[in-house]
């Protein structure tokens, strides 16, 4: 089946710090990416819709200049946390769409964020 | 706008079948999935239908009415490890996946 890793799986980082989480599509090429993230004991939220080569589609609500989002090649997708704060700690998770259909997401193992 | 229902949680018996219902309205339709998610892991893929009827996969089915706008899950001779969250997702006209809140499923001795 299609895999799709994520790196790091969890990270602590301080108040202000950047951190980067890259999700990869290992045996199946991925037009489309999208980043969720879930707070405890809530559903995922959709940040952001990736294609590759463009800008990322940001969900209302969520800031694009704090959320980098970077789809530079047909198995990679990036999210970057910018000057994060203990609010952005969550459970981020992303999901990749095999470009030959659009019929199902396939998700990554999920990265941790925890910011002091 | 859209909205996907499904009862917060639920409580069955090992070795019970329970059903988890879902109804959904939004802008186009381009199937239901159903996945589970355990606590601190990501969601992992359990059913997709696209045509009204049961869909029977081992333990698991899932049914669909489009014209009801209702699915559900049916689980049967549950296990201690069945216990998770159950999310009901549809796909739209765009071929975004709109996501229920999920229902926790909790399985008792």
Redesign the interface.
Known sequence: GAVVSQHPSWVICKSGTSVKIECRSLDFQATTMFWYRQFPKQSLMLMATSNEGSKATYEQGVEKDKFLINHASLTLSTLTVTSAHPEDSSFYICSARDSRDYYEQYFGPGTRLTVT | GQNIDQPTEMTATEGAIVQINCTYQTSGF??L?WYQQHA??????LS?NVLDGLEEKGRFSSFLSRSKGYSYLLLKELQMKDSASY?CAV?DSN???I????TKLIIKP
């Open positions: 381009n199937g999935f601190g892991e990501a969601p992992t893929f997709y999310l796909s071929y975004q996946l996501w229920g809140a999920g």
